[in-house]
């Protein structure tokens, strides 16, 4: 997960958010048939194999959780970054 500025805006609510996902996705290991919802960036290391239905190959075995001004986006869609 990419790194968040002590100086942005509200950083340590967005740290504690992370530490917390990090937290449940650590829990996921003593519960294995659960699940846990996450939204990450597959670019710039994807290419579109089929479009209907969508599939997608890595190029290469970087991911990254969705990142905006620092926080973890758990959503897709547009961004809208603070100024």
């Known amino acids: 997960m990419p790194w968040t ?8 609510k967005k740290i504690a958010a992370k530490e917390d ?3 449940h996705i650590w829990a ?3 519960h294995p048939n659960e699940g ?3 939204v990450l960036e597959l670019n710039p ?8 239905p ?3 190959r ?4 970087n991911i990254f959780f969705r990142d905006a001004d620092g926080a973890y986006v758990d959503k897709t869609g547009p961004i ?4």
């Not at 290391?45 to 209907?52: L, N, P, Q």
């Open 54 to 56: 969508l599939k997608v």
């Open 5 to 12: 500025s002590p100086q942005s805006v509200e950083a340590q």
């Open 80 to 83: 809208k970054v603070q100024p």
């Open 45 to 52: 290391y994807v290419e579109v194999v089929s479009r209907t």
């Open 21 to 23: 996902l990090l937290k």
């Open 28 to 30: 996921l290991e003593m």
């Open 36 to 38: 846990l919802p996450v």
């Open 58 to 61: 890595l190029t290469q075995c």
